[in-house]
């Protein structure tokens, strides 16, 4: 491993402090997830989330400054001078009414079952004391070879938590992996169940889809038939040219609801990026050649110059090289003649 590499394996701080205290405690800790997967493909991890043996209540005994972010799953943030860590307990989880969360909880566990109730087997690793690789699920292999995989039975796992369908479709966008057949098979038989799942959460997922380096994953999405609850349509074009679109969530919304016919309203978004979705011209004004002030001096006023700034805006997006001063000039004089800005 070189030394870039090794570098990367460098526990942060506050992780570390954590780890320590809990080991010197007498508790298996571990870091897990997400960060161990980064580590394995040589990134740095954005997060660290570590599991114990230590009981939340322990947990915040052993801990100065902690946050009961959720005390009946498990989970304690300790407040380290490094910054937040979120520390959950070893837990198996019993029943999902509502398709989403578990009924309950219990705290009798180890580490290897704390690991299978989780959703891919990439995220199923952990960390040892002396940073060995903790994979009873294969999750090495499936990293080495490309593959979302669920942790045993895929139809098991999005009973349980229908936002895993999305989310593995999530990270075969981000990290350019397929998904295993059984795994796709089994988000087609239940697709329905994304129903259980609320629109903000759903909202979420399929913008860091579209923020992915891939977001014509999103295509998947209405070919699965994972949003068909929210608009029935499995038909999907070609989206290759989202990844051309800058890297930011109103553009791509709007490239894949301009492609698809997506209605963006039947998610609960945010008015800018709606605005922004359906009134692109209103982001071209702002970087027009030609200000309102100088349509004024042409013989605007009032609602006129407004009016004629969205109708320039818009001959801009599909011309952008006509955003020149000379050029929206004489298209305004056309205007004030009564002609239509072409």
Sequence with gaps: MNAEKMAL?????????????????GHAAHPVGGCVRDLLRGERPEDYDVC??????QVMDLFDRTIPTGLKHGTVTVLTEDGPVEVTTFRREGGYADGRHPDGVAFDVGLEEDLARRDFTVNAMALGPDREIIDPFGGRV????GIIRCVGDPDTRFREDALRML????????LDYIIEPDTRAAIL???????LVSGERIKGEVEKILLSPRPAW???????????????????PDLTGLAELPQEPIPRWRGFCQATGFPLECLP????????????????????????????TLGLKGAEIGAVQRELAVHVLDHPEDNLREVLVELAQQRLEGRKIP
């Design 269 to 296: 978004v945010e008015r800018a990026l709606k605005r922004g979705v359906y009134h692109p011209e209103l982001e071209v004004i702002r970087r027009l050649a030609l200000s309102g002030g100088e349509l004024a």
């Design 167 to 174: 989310r593995a479709v999530r990270f075969a966008a981000k």
């Design 52 to 57: 114990t043996s230590a009981l939340p209540e």
């Design 189 to 195: 038989r239940n697709a329905g169940r994304m129903a």
């Design 142 to 145: 499936d990293l080495a070879a």
């Design 218 to 236: 999103v295509g998947e999405l209405l070919r699965w038939g994972l949003l068909v609850h929210l608009w029935p349509v499995r038909d999907c």
């Design 9 to 25: 394996w460098s526990i942060p701080v506050g992780v570390a402090f954590c780890l320590e205290r809990l080991r010197q405690s």
